[in-house]
């Protein structure tokens, strides 16, 4: 069974920056598209950036600009840099499979953002 875990989140000023990190157990990383989402308290999980097998990224129009999504399959691992952040990017980010790749993976823990004002 695929296990996800997240981690790099913290607290941070409006402005600054973080590093989210996501292994993937497994061999199948590599054959996956994988994305970054987020949820933020009263809200719907969204999706904010995706990431091909063919290392092709997309972001959300809130996103475009300040993060910047990226995977090293020889670690199993995909990567969201952000930087200029908000209080509005103050989510819990999670990583899993886009929809193009198949069913989503059981959701790991997350990792808590925050940014403060």
């Known amino acids: 069974q695929v296990q996800l875990v997240e981690s790099g989140g913290g607290l941070v000023q409006a402005g600054g920056s973080l590093r989210l990190s996501c292994v993937v157990s497994g061999s199948i990383f590599r054959i996956q598209n994988m994305g970054w989402y987020r949820q933020a308290p009263g809200k719907q999980r969204e999706l904010v950036a995706g990431i091909t097998i063919a290392n092709a990224a997309n972001y959300a129009d809130s996103v475009r600009g300040r993060f910047t999504i990226s995977r090293d399959n020889s670690e199993n691992t995909v990567y969201l840099r952000m930087n200029s952040l908000k209080p509005e990017d103050t989510a819990v980010y999670y990583c899993?499979?886009?929809?193009?790749?198949?069913?989503?993976?059981?959701w790991g823990q997350g990792t808590q953002v925050t940014v403060a004002s």
């Open positions: 899993n499979r886009l929809p193009t790749s198949g069913r989503e993976f059981n």
